[in-house]
């Protein structure tokens, strides 16, 4: 069984950072893709980042420049720094992990920007 659970959300005046924390545990395997989703109300859940076990990452447009994500892979760990923060992200955001074949999904965490 695999558990991910993130850390970091919060409010924050728009122009902030926020830094999200996520901690992987179980059966992750070495090789996965671990990542950051997020879900602001009445829209669908969207990719924000990715990155794999090698280090390739991949971003959404609308955060390119602004947020960065990084892994360690010793203690199976994915963070998302979230810099010049703007209302409009504002949402509930999910690590999720790809391993094996199967999904797995955070509880998610609160991000909240005020302008």
């Known amino acids: 069984q695999v558990q991910l659970v993130e850390s970091g959300g919060g409010l924050v005046q728009a122009g902030g950072s926020l830094r999200l924390s996520c901690a992987a545990s179980g059966r992750t395997f070495s090789t996965n893709l671990l990542g950051w989703y997020r879900q602001a109300p009445g829209k669908q859940r969207e990719l924000v980042a990715t990155?794999?076990?090698?280090?390739?990452?991949n971003y959404a447009d609308s955060i390119k420049g602004r947020f960065t994500v990084s892994r360690d892979n010793t203690k199976n760990t994915v963070d998302l720094q979230m810099n010049s923060l703007k209302p409009e992200d504002t949402a509930i955001y999910y690590c999720?992990?790809?391993?094996?074949?199967?999904?797995?999904w955070g509880q998610g965490t609160q991000v909240t920007v005020s302008s």
């Open positions: 999720k992990l790809v391993s094996m074949g199967r999904l797995y």
């Open positions: 990155i794999s076990s090698g280090g390739t990452t």
